[in-house]
């Protein structure tokens, strides 16, 4: 390792620090709780595994309801940066979402393959409404024309993570959201 701390490693730019992230996460939250307060007994927030787990974690508890959670696990990415372009559903909800409103929680809103391919998906089930939060978006590279309901930051065509965005299964746990200065080493 370069040096001596993994999370202030000197080949990891700052994107979004700590404070920065959870200022934006205290506003999504009471954006959605206004929005869903008289529709809280049937909304479920599905997230996207593995990468929302950190984002989901403290967005439910900025959001003031009795909101129920659940997960689907989505894979669109090998071990590279670049987008494969082949989503395949790895693991599915838990509880049906029929007659539900729906609120898929994401990492980041790249291509928006993914998402397009999921919010189809979940159209089909049933549910009162699907919509869409994400803690990031690259707009320059969203071709699919995907609507984010809940948007954190919008950010440069530039890979990122930390936050619970990796790179080949790393970074997950940085408390922050960055950019690899080189992929070398
Ligand atoms: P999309 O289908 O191109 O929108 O890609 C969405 C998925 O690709 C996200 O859920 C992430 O798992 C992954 N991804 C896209 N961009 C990045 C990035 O900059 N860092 C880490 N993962 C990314």
Avoid: W
Avoid at 56 to 80: C, E, K, T
Avoid at 92 to 97: E, L, N, Q, Y
Avoid at 137 to 158: A, H, M, Q, R, V
């Amino acid at each position: 390792m370069a040096s001596e701390s993994f999370f202030t490693d000197d080949n990891i730019e700052v994107m979004f620090d700590a404070e920065t992230l959870q200022a934006r996460i205290v506003e999504l939250g009471a954006a959605i709780a206004r929005d869903y307060q008289d529709d809280a007994d049937d909304l479920v927030l599905i997230g996207i595994l593995k990468g929302c787990f950190v984002f989901l974690a403290d967005l439910v508890r900025a959001v003031d309801l009795p909101l129920a959670v659940d997960f689907i696990g989505l894979s669109s990415y090998g071990d590279s940066t670049e987008s494969s372009g082949v989503v395949r559903l790895t693991t599915d909800v838990s509880k049906s979402i029929e007659g539900r409103h729906v609120l898929v929680v994401e990492d980041i809103v790249d291509t928006g393959l993914t998402m397009n391919y999921l919010l189809e998906n979940l159209r089909t089930r049933g549910p009162k409404s699907v919509k869409l939060c994400s803690l990031l978006e690259k707009p320059d590279k969203n071709t699919s024309g995907i609507k984010i309901d809940y948007l954190g930051f919008s950010i440069p065509d530039k890979f990122v993570i930390g936050y619970g965005l990796d790179y080949a299964e790393r970074y997950r746990n940085l408390p922050y959201v960055g950019v690899l200065k080189s992929t070398d080493g």
